[in-house]
């Protein structure tokens, strides 16, 4: 099993551009999340899907979109960047959303938006 | 108050001493709890699921005080490898929860 994968590892965007950071996991979990991570912060939730076709808005949603249009797939969209959207980015997956499942997490990737 | 709170640390602490940080929670309906690790630029990993009043994985025992709110965890005889980030998680346990993660306490544990 590969986990949980996400692409790319690394990205610089100017403001105003789109992209899409990739997430995938080969463990058949129906939760699946993204997490951003700022310095001197938690992680806090961005959006988040209980299963496929179903996703559901985070702590901070501003500015980002999903789908789920597989159980493996979870793609996170910047819509228009921003410099406040500089961070890492973690995707996580578990068996069930409730706390009593183990959240794997993917290597995240680390956005610079300048 | 915030959801979750951990003392950001450092802690620096000699090998082969014993530390110990605290979580404290604020929903009194979280039945259980997890630790992560989380070592410097790498994704958390879990090192610890908490269920009832403590568990114990080797050198690592978490202990949960229902009545203070807290969760604590100890280590001993620390190693260099345990240098981290520790990251706490409360869970509500009532059906579907987002989990909310403490910003984490940092060890260094130096030769």
């Known amino acids: 099993n590969a986990g949980v994968t996400q692409t790319p590892k690394f990205q610089v965007l100017k403001t105003g551009q789109s992209m899409t950071l990739q997430c995938a996991q080969d463990?058949?979990?129906?939760?699946m999340s993204w997490y951003r991570q700022d310095p001197g912060m938690g992680l806090r939730l961005i959006h988040y899907?209980?299963?496929?076709?179903?996703?559901d808005q985070g702590e901070v949603p501003n500015g980002y979109n999903v789908s789920r249009s597989t159980t493996e797939d979870f793609p996170l969209r910047l819509l228009s960047a921003a410099p406040s959207q500089t961070s890492v980015y973690f995707c996580?997956?578990?068996?069930?959303?409730?706390?009593?499942?183990?959240?794997?997490f993917g290597p995240g990737t680390r956005l610079t938006v300048t | 108050r915030k959801e979750v709170e951990q003392d950001p640390g450092p802690f620096n602490v000699p090998e082969g001493a014993t530390v110990a940080f605290n979580c404290t929670y604020s929903?009194?309906?979280?039945?259980?709890f997890f630790w992560y690790r989380q070592d410097c630029r790498k994704e958390p990993k879990l090192l610890m699921s908490?269920?009832?009043s403590g568990n114990e994985d080797g050198r690592f025992t978490a202990q949960l005080n229902r009545a203070s709110q807290y969760i604590s965890l100890l280590i001993r005889d620390s190693k260099l490898s345990d240098s981290a980030t520790y990251l706490c998680?409360?869970?509500?346990?009532?059906?579907?929860?987002?989990?909310?993660f403490g910003t984490g306490t940092r060890l260094l544990v130096s030769p």
């Open positions: 996580a997956s578990s068996f069930t959303g409730t706390g009593g499942s183990e959240q794997y």
């Open positions: 463990m058949n979990h129906e939760y």
């Open positions: 899907s209980v299963g496929a076709g179903i996703t």
């Open positions: 929903n009194s309906a979280s039945q259980s």
């Open positions: 908490v269920y009832s």
């Open positions: 998680v409360p869970n509500p346990n009532t059906g579907f929860q987002k989990l909310v």
